[in-house]
């Protein structure tokens, strides 16, 4: 009996925790995309989501996070310093700010999006972990912004500083956070700093800046590291760096931008220059392998999909809407409609909000017949490049220069 009253507690510990938790990294607690909170409603007017506060800031990329009552946000400043700020996340009100030096100048072609950092930070709770732009990964103290390590990849490995910035969102996982940097994939203690391995070395430089963010997932009966590099797709043992299986992912000059999405043992990727494509993982006879289980022609940029009762909901290169079944690889629909060049996705249920990088918010259904628009809105006249952040009560929105907050009217909740 006491058995079956420890189990429920811990399920309804878990529930309580899922449905609550913060949006503590890149794509949101469990880095899929998903949102486990209360319902949205089917409008975004003012009536139904109202701006709570907003702040001025100096330009960012990266997505904020939450921990508990604190949001963060990263900006460059003047040219010359990366910030890490922390804000009430019900008032707006500042409640530290730390900065080092840092800036960096991205290569002409690619001046259109900005010198600015962009990597999302991660927060295990204690420790805040902000990749910046010139291969420094640095560890704050959540609640007072004081800096506890920091490893520079370019000093460490004596590795190039990568043309494009560090773009990689840390990865926590128990004590260890992962990131792509150092021309490599690492692993840290996230208490200290110490790199435990270091594996998928490159050449760094121009090839060196991976623009994909890892993640963990369990395929072929395996709990792994999923990792995309600018020329393949890896899986990668957690405790020692081994490399279990690899694909390589064409794609226009390495532009592997997109986080992989996981169904089942399968793997949704898409790349710029090159096809969506889904890989199959296998393990027998003590042997990973991996083949391509399906293809399509369109091509995807920078808008990493959100999963929906088997279907990825993606945005393309062409700037449409499309809707793919993960396990056949079938094109469900394309939207007649273009829309700006990027995404971020965020699903709860059958609705899907996606903040256009032109600063309006859409929310849609998850429809198998169609794109399913419900309402749309201009939240912004700023471009919104950095990755929606979702709470219980509303969301965040990363402008260029500012960040705001909104909330969901309570009248509205369905």
């Known amino acids: 009996m006491k058995r079956h009253i420890v189990i429920s507690l811990v399920g309804v510990l878990l529930c309580l925790r899922a449905f609550g938790a913060d949006w503590s990294q890149w794509r949101g607690p469990l880095r899929d995309g998903q949102f486990t909170g209360p319902s949205w409603p089917d409008q975004l007017d003012t009536n139904h989501l109202r701006q709570l506060w907003r702040v001025e800031l100096g330009p960012s990329y990266s997505g904020p996070i939450t921990e508990g009552d604190r949001v963060f946000t990263t900006e460059t400043k003047d040219a010359k310093y990366e910030v890490v700020t922390a804000f009430n996340r019900h008032t707006g009100e500042q409640l530290w700010r730390t900065q080092w030096e840092g800036a960096l100048s991205v290569p002409f072609f690619a001046k259109a999006n900005g010198d600015w950092i962009r990597a999302t930070p991660a927060s295990d709770g204690q420790s805040l972990f902000v990749a910046g732009m010139r291969d420094v990964l640095v560890c704050l103290d959540v609640k007072s912004g004081t800096e506890r390590w920091r490893l520079d990849c370019v000093k460490e490995f004596e590795a190039p500083v990568p043309d494009f910035g560090f773009v990689c969102s840390p990865l926590v996982d128990g004590d260890a956070v992962y990131v792509q940097a150092g021309a490599s994939l690492l692993k840290l203690d996230k208490r200290t700093g110490e790199v435990l391995w270091r ?216």
């Open 199 to 414: 594996t998928l070395k490159d050449g760094g430089g121009m090839w060196g800046s991976v623009f994909s963010s890892p993640l963990i997932a369990t395929i072929a009966g395996k709990r792994q590291l999923i990792v995309l590099t600018r020329e393949k797709l890896a899986g990668v043992e957690l405790s020692d760096g081994n490399v279990l299986w690899e694909q390589p992912v064409k794609s226009f000059r390495g532009m592997n931008i997109l986080t992989p999405v996981v169904h089942g043992d399968l793997l949704f990727t898409s790349s710029y220059g090159g096809r969506t494509i889904g890989y199959q993982v296998a393990h027998n006879d003590g042997r990973f392998t991996v083949s391509e289980a399906w293809q399509h022609k369109a091509q995807g940029y920078m808008t990493t999909p959100v999963l929906v009762d088997g279907v990825a909901y993606t945005h393309l290169k062409s700037q449409r809407a499309m809707a793919v079944d993960v396990a056949t690889g079938r094109e469900l629909w394309t939207s007649d409609k273009s829309f700006g060049k990027y995404w971020s996705l965020v699903a709860l249920g059958d609705r899907i909000l996606a903040l256009d990088q032109r600063g309006v918010l859409f929310l849609f259904r998850a429809n198998k017949q169609k794109f399913d628009l419900l309402d749309q809105r201009q939240l912004a006249d700023q471009e919104t490049w950095a990755h929606l952040a979702v709470t219980d009560d509303g969301i965040l929105v990363r402008e260029l220069k500012a960040l705001t907050a909104y909330q969901w009217a309570k009248s509205a909740a369905r």
